[in-house]
């Protein structure tokens, strides 16, 4: 069942399983570097402008940012990256973000990310899809800053419960 935001652009996925890295014990070998704990997202869209403009966003908002072109680029960085959050634009060629989220839930069992569809497809059949393929949350295009901000804050969240 989908549960409405008070942001009528944001539409938030039902939970799915865990993912995040491990918050940061206090003894100095286990302590992470300020770097590491940066919030990592994954940025996926065909296009360059729209997730560059993106990953500057997040770049402001602290985070540690990746950006790729397309779907298949964007599994490949997000094995090497291991995010926190992947943000995938759903129309995309060659590897859509229904099929990547699919491949990341799949091929990230032990990291899966927050997954947070960026779109303008906003049907209620498009956001069930989302749903079924593993989104986290649905966000409509344009979306607007204090969004991310809110999707940041509860990413953070979800990565210090595990």
Do not use: W
Request: negative net charge; charged residues 25%.
């Amino acid at each position: 069942m989908n549960r409405q935001s008070s942001n009528p652009s944001q539409d938030e996925m039902p939970p799915r399983g865990s993912g995040g890295a491990t918050t940061p014990g206090v003894g100095a070998k286990s302590r992470r570097t300020q770097v590491d704990q940066r919030l990592r997202v994954l940025i996926v869209d065909d296009n360059r402008d729209a997730a560059d403009s993106l990953a500057m966003l997040f770049g402001l908002l602290a985070c540690e940012t990746r950006v790729a072109y397309d779907g298949q680029q964007g599994a490949s960085e997000a094995v090497a990256f291991q995010p926190d959050m992947a943000v995938l634009d759903i129309s995309m060629p060659v590897m859509d973000g229904y099929q990547l989220a699919e491949r990341l839930r799949r091929e990230l069992p032990e990291h899966t990310p927050m997954l947070v569809a960026l779109t303008a497809l906003t049907s209620e059949c498009d956001k069930a899809e989302a749903r079924r393929v593993g989104f986290d949350h649905h966000l409509s295009k344009p979306v607007d800053s204090a969004s991310l901000c809110h999707l940041v804050m509860r990413a953070i969240a979800r990565r210090q419960q595990h």
